[in-house]
């Protein structure tokens, strides 16, 4: 499974002196008729001549087709089991990673100074870990789920609650989900402490010998509708605290601010986001408005035209949590800027906008 600390490793990886690094999102959904017959071959060329990255020289031009070759490589002798295959290569240190996600990504290519890690951010970000106990008779089972993955934790040692307790510490669960027989789930429900309580979303019935992808095909409805719920509660309490109170802000401009400043704790904001704007080489300030300056510094700016993917990077870095929201839940949001923040702090500002 993948976790922020991988990811924060992952872009820290390139030495960022020139542009060596091919991303690639491919979806290998065997369910997909697309995909019939290796079909995500096809589409893996069509991405890298398509969506072919601006190259500038032959020594670049090189680099990006020794990547090229080595991703499609490797897919050619794959066999895939779940819905999307994420590779970054480095040619500058011929540095390779890879991982099979559960969930579906949109198929892209993207060449540059650095992995391009804005999808599997905001996928991070778009699922809570969940935990599920399955609790039977004499024993029970817990299973941890994140980003649509499913993974059976442990087989409880001793009480059941005291190790539902453990697994919730140990591995930063934020949602249980009690599955077994009804009256068993409406025991362990009473049983369990209020700390527990109050980060369960719901009890489904299904036997103890439940494979973990019955599991998780019976957990899901629970999960898309708990999740659904929360993304226009998290608008809501957003525009709300915005304009009411000083713990949080709306609008790219303000939103950078407080960023560079590292006041954010939570970055909300509809997928899909697109801004360009300036980035400091010196500092990694980042502005919306067109300046010659940093404010903060005082260097040169450089143009970055994928500013949102800079200020979601930044976000995860300093341990925000990230939180990409669908156009149809977010529509107040949109009309403030499509982007927002929660802050760690007070808002305190006397600054020109970003």
Known sequence: MITKRELRN????????????????????????????????????????????PVHGVAEARRFVEAAEYIQKFVSGFQPQRRTLAL???????????????????????WG?????????????????????????????????????????LKPAGDTVPSIERMILNEHIDRLILAG??????????????RLKRITIGRVELPLEAGPESVLKAVSPVIEAFEHEQEAKLVDDLISAASGTSRAVTGLGRTLEFLNEGSVANLVYTEGLQAAGYECPQCAALFSH?????????????????????????????????????????????????????????????RAPL
């Not at 542009?19 to 690639?24: G, I, R």
Request: aromatic share 8%; proline share 5%; with cysteine.
């Open 10 to 53: 992952l872009a820290g990886s390139a030495d960022e002196s020139n542009n060596s690094v091919l991303t690639v999102y491919l979806s290998v959904d065997p369910a997909k008729v697309s995909n019939t017959n290796r079909g995500f071959e096809s589409t893996l060329h069509r991405l890298l001549l398509a969506s072919h990255p």
């Open 88 to 110: 970054v290569y480095d040619q500058a240190d011929r540095f390779f990673w890879v991982r099979e996600l559960n969930v579906r990504l949109q198929d892209s290519a993207h």
């Open 113 to 153: 100074l650095r992995p391009y890690l804005k999808p599997l951010t905001e996928a991070i970000g778009a699922f809570d870990q969940y935990a599920v106990v399955l609790i039977g008779d004499s024993r029970a089972r817990l299973f941890k789920l994140v980003l649509g993955e499913i993974k059976e934790y």
């Open 181 to 194: 027989p009804n009256v068993l789930t409406a025991k362990l429900l009473r049983a369990v402490p209020k």
């Open 290 to 350: 067109d300046r010659e300056r940093c404010s903060y510094c005082g260097s040169p700016l450089i143009v970055v035209n994928n500013l949102s993917e800079r200020m979601i990077e930044r976000a995860a870095d300093s341990g925000a949590r990230i939180h990409p929201l669908p156009s149809q839940d977010a529509m107040p949001l949109s009309a403030a800027g499509g982007v927002g923040a929660f802050l760690k702090i007070a808002r305190v500002s006397h």
